[in-house]
T-cell receptor, first 116, second 114 residues
């Protein structure tokens, strides 16, 4: 069990560019979550996957955001036409299920995005 | 949806003293309440959690209490040490729903001074 891995750790981009982040969950965890955290705030839910199916998206996830988990293992989060307001820490978490006892979410170290 | 409020936003204690962080939640369907510790440059790390069928849980120097009627839950850290300095987040979720997404408080920055 190597924990949740996120890459890259830091990303600096210019406004209008596209960026993609990757998350590798704990192996055999079938649930994967994406959260966004801005300075001085708690993480906010963006979306989650049960295996390869994306089952819920927050209204925070505008049309410029897309997430995939093609084989039910790693996931990618892409932001198109980045805006300065997208600057934040993007956190990934995984769990083995929704039921009590399996629902503990383990977080990665995050990808910090800075949009110039 | 769920709303979680957390107080205080900053807390400074002397080493060896106790620290208490309080949270309230709004959704009576919430039944799982984890606490996370986040150090600079790192992701949140689970330190303790409590389910709605339990009123108190303790793990060494850390304890959590839950009052379902008042929709309050609190984190208690005793005999604080400098390595306890970090930002602490409470969270709530209803595991009976499909998402079990966590709703976080705004965090408490704890500083333990020598």
């Amino acid at each position: 069990d190597t924990g949740v891995s996120q890459n890259p750790r830091h990303k600096i981009t210019k406004r209008g560019q596209n960026v993609t982040f990757r998350c590798d969950p704990i192996s055999e965890h079938n649930r994967l979550y994406w959260y966004r955290q801005t300075l001085g705030q708690g993480p906010e839910f963006l979306t989650y996957f049960q295996n390869e199916a994306q089952l819920e998206k927050s209204r925070l996830l505008s049309d410029r955001f897309s997430a995939e988990r093609p084989k039910g293992s790693f996931s990618t989060l892409e932001i198109q036409r980045t805006e300065q307001g997208d600057s934040a820490m993007y956190l990934c978490a995984s769990s083995s299920g929704p039921q009590l006892g399996k629902n503990i979410q383990y977080f990665g170290a995050g990808t910090r995005l800075s949009v110039l | 949806g769920e709303n979680v409020e957390q107080h205080p936003s900053t807390l400074s204690v002397q080493e060896g003293d106790s620290a208490v962080i309080k949270c309230t939640y709004s959704d009576s369907a919430s039944n799982y309440f984890p606490w996370y510790k986040q150090e600079l440059g790192k992701g949140p790390q689970l330190i303790i959690d409590i389910r709605s069928n339990v009123g108190e849980k303790k793990d060494q120097r850390i304890a959590v209490t839950l009052n379902k009627t008042a929709k309050h839950f609190s984190l208690h850290i005793t005999e604080t040490q400098p390595e306890d300095s970090a930002v602490y987040f409470c969270a709530a979720t209803a595991t009976t729903g499909t998402a079990s997404k966590l709703t976080f408080g705004t965090g408490t920055r704890l500083q333990v001074t020598l």
